[in-house]
Each structure stands twice: as C-alpha cells, then as structure tokens.
Nanobody, 123 residues
Framework: QVQLVESGGGSVQAGGSLRLSCAAS????????MGWFRQAPGMEREGVAI????????SVADSVQGRFAISRDNATNTVYLQMNSLKPEDTAMYYC????????????????WGQGTQVTVSS
C-alpha cells in the first residue's frame, strides 16, 4: 500500500520561507517520479516541481522558477520542496504525488497522492 504523507505547511508572511516534506512508504521509490502540486480554492491542481530517480529535477513551473527547489532522499523515501521568497499567490494546498512511469506536470496522470498540507502566505 503506497502512502504519501506531507508535512511542513503553515502560515508565513510574504518573503518568508517554508520547507515541505513528503514521506513515502509502501514501495521502493528510488525509480519513481515524485512531485509537488498545489491547488488554490476554485483553481485546477497545478504542477509545481517534479524530480526523478537520482535526483535530477525534471520540471519546475515558471511561476516558482528561482524561488522553489525540489530534492529527494532515496535512503529515507522523502521528497522535499524548499520554498523561498513566498508570495501571497503561492497560497494553496500543496500535495505530494508519485508515479512509476509518468514524469511531468500533468496532475491527472499521477497514480498516488498524499492528503495535502496547507500553505498560507500573507501580504
């Protein structure tokens, strides 16, 4: 049973930083694609950043380029999202996702999801 558990969300002022973690269990994830997505109220789920295998970052959304960084620790099956210079428009529920074969930013193609962690950025 694949499980993804996110943590690290919270409330922060604009310009601040947060680090999200996603702990994965139930499989060996070293060869899977894993990623972070976010969804604001009334909006579609948006791909933020994807990482694969040995840690090569495949995709980062233009809206977070230069501010967010994704990384993974295959020894602990954990994926991180370091978020710097946060803006109010980054406010959303952030989700971790994993897939054996797909490595892109299209949310509907991921098989496994966590429950999400809320990030709120105030101006």
């Amino acid at each position: 049973q694949v499980q993804l558990v996110e943590s690290g969300g919270g409330s922060v002022q604009a310009g601040g930083s947060l680090r999200l973690s996603c702990a994965a269990s139930g499989h060996t994830f070293s060869r899977w694609c894993m990623g972070w997505f976010r969804q604001a109220p009334g909006m579609e789920r948006e791909g933020v950043a994807i990482i694969y295998t040995a840690g090569g970052t495949l995709s980062v959304a233009d809206s977070v380029q230069g501010r967010f960084a994704i990384s993974r620790d295959n020894a602990t099956n954990t994926v991180y999202l370091q978020m710097n210079s946060l803006k109010p428009e980054d406010t959303a529920m952030y989700y971790c996702a994993a897939d054996r074969t797909y490595c892109g930013l299209r949310a509907q193609l991921y098989d496994y999801w966590g429950q999400g962690t809320q990030v709120t950025v105030s101006s």
